[in-house]
């Protein structure tokens, strides 16, 4: 049997988060993990479940999420901006809420790339008099 769930991808520099919302009881699950264990700091889980808890959706739905590629911040920002879309899909209502704490806006930062010359992206070597 198929269960309905809600849909949503979160991107936040090369992190890439696929969360399937279903109706439970608050559980979230990450690459088949509890939360907990994925994103062990408080910090990084209260990111995580600030849609939930900003929408009142605390207990309404279980998370189950797929998440690759950058590092365990990213990975954590990319998880909260795919759960926001996957609660709009669930109800249109709550689009202005989540859009006051700027959750449903992809975070577009990313490193700027190295340029020859210069030892990081605008770090130029240092300059000798003599």
Same mark, same amino acid.
């Given at each position: 049997?198929?269960?309905?769930?809600?849909?949503?991808?979160?991107?936040?520099?090369?992190?890439?988060?696929?969360?399937?919302?279903?109706?439970?009881?608050?559980?979230?699950?990450?690459?088949?993990?509890?939360?907990?264990?994925?994103?062990?700091?408080?910090?990084?889980?209260?990111?995580?479940?600030?849609?939930?808890?900003?929408?009142?959706?605390?207990?309404?739905?279980?998370?189950?999420?797929?998440?690759?590629?950058?590092?365990?911040?990213?990975?954590?920002?990319? !998880?909260?901006?795919?759960?926001? *879309?996957?609660?709009?899909?669930?109800?249109? @209502? %709550?689009? =202005?809420?989540? /859009?006051?704490?700027? !959750?449903?806006?992809?975070?577009? *930062?990313?490193?700027?790339?190295?340029?020859? @010359? %210069?030892? =990081?992206?605008? /770090?130029?070597?240092?300059?000798?008099?003599?």
């Amino acid at each position: 049997m198929q269960q309905h769930y809600y849909y949503g991808t979160g991107k936040r520099k090369s992190a890439i988060a696929q969360v399937r919302l279903y109706p439970g009881e608050g559980g979230v699950v990450v690459n088949n993990k509890p939360a907990e264990e994925v994103f062990p700091w408080e910090s990084w889980h209260l990111l995580v479940l600030q849609p939930l808890k900003v929408t009142g959706m605390m207990d309404k739905f279980n998370v189950v999420a797929k998440v690759h590629g950058g590092g365990i911040v990213g990975q954590a920002a990319a !998880l909260r901006h795919g759960i926001a *879309r996957a609660l709009l899909v669930s109800d249109e @209502g %709550l689009r =202005r809420t989540l /859009r006051q704490y700027g !959750l449903l806006t992809r975070d577009s *930062r990313v490193k700027e790339s190295k340029k020859y @010359g %210069l030892k =990081r992206a605008r /770090r130029a070597p240092q300059y000798t008099k003599r």
